[in-house]
C-alpha cells in the first residue's frame, strides 16, 4: 500500500500548496494565478476546510466560518476594530491560528508544511509588492528558505486542492 495512505488529506493538501509556492519561488510558475485577488486564500481555506473534515466535523465550511468569525468578533471586541492583513500569507497564518485556537489543537500552528507555505506566501509577495521578479539572483536558494525542510520538493506525497 501506498506510504502516503497514512497522511491526512489535509497534509496533502497542503504538501500540494507549498510545491506550488516552491515552483513559483524557483521561477518556473507564474505567481499571478495564485495571488491574484483572494486566490491564495481561497486555497489555503480548501486545506483548513479539508483539516476540519479530517478531524471529524460534519459540516467543515460552516465550522470554519464560525472559527473565522468567532475570532474576528474577538479581535473587534478587544481592538475596536476588525482585523486588516498586509498579505494573503498573514491572512492565512491568522486562519490556521483561528482553527487551531476554536479546535484547541495547538500544533497546527507549529506544523512545519504550515509554517513553510506561510514563510513562502510572505516572501513571494514581498517581492511582488516591490515590483522584483521570480527568480531573482539576490534571492536565497529554496534549500536554505526551508532549512532542510525537505530534500526534493518532487517527492512530497500530494493530493491537488480542488
Known sequence: MFEHTKIP???LKANYLLKELVYIYQGYSKPEPLFKG?????N???IMKQYLLD???????AELDICIIERQ???AARHGTDPIFTSQGREAEWIAEAVAI????????TDNTLEMIFKL???IED???TDGTIPNDYLISIEELLSGFVSNINELPVIPLC
Open 9 to 11: 488529506k489535509w497534509k
Open 73 to 75: 468578533v474577538k479581535f
Open 55 to 61: 478531524c471529524g466535523s460534519p459540516a467543515p465550511q
Open 38 to 42: 483572494q486566490n491564495f486564500i481561497q
Open 121 to 123: 506566501a510572505y516572501t
Open 127 to 129: 517581492i511582488l509588492a
Open 44 to 46: 489555503f481555506m480548501e
Open 102 to 109: 476554536y479546535k484547541q489543537q495547538f500544533e497546527l500552528i
